[in-house]
């Protein structure tokens, strides 16, 4: 994009944005269409960038797109365990994980690399799972239309 082979790109995620290329937001190098996101980020929404929810027309569309983006923010950066792992192991790992991102070294030096920290549960992570495999055979096929190549 910087070399002008190219005049868009998609799915670049906004702290990674913040963080790697500060300038183009700074020089307004960007025009940010529209948020990825089941919610609207602060930051994003104080830029005018929109959520996607007012240009969708139907509930069966509505709920595909909202299981594609639940299914982006939760696996984007997840830690996974094989099926198997007994609860308590799981528990383990979880206090493990969300005491580390806690950390106050390692969230000043995030800081100080202008890396965002936003960890999410294990438990929203799984209950995102959960609604995915419990969504209806319409919004399923609807979701494989919509991403289809």
Partial sequence: MERGEIDGVCGL?????????PDWLRESKLNLL?????????EL???G?????????NDVDRRAVALMVSFQQAFGKA???PPGVPAAQVSTLRAAFEAV???????????????????????????VLRGAYAA???????????IKP
């Fill in 13 to 21: 995620d906004w702290a990674a944005l913040k963080s790697r290329q």
């Fill in 34 to 42: 529209v948020q990825g996101a089941l919610d609207p980020d602060p």
């Fill in 45 to 47: 929404a104080a830029r």
């Fill in 49 to 57: 960038v929109p959520t996607p929810w007012r240009y969708i027309g």
């Fill in 79 to 81: 830690y996974l365990a």
């Fill in 101 to 127: 991102l806690a950390d106050k070294d390692l969230l000043a030096e995030a800081e100080r690399l202008r890396i965002e920290i936003a960890p999410q549960s294990g438990e929203s992570v799984q209950r």
């Fill in 136 to 146: 209806p055979a319409p919004v399923i096929a609807r979701l494989k239309a919509i």
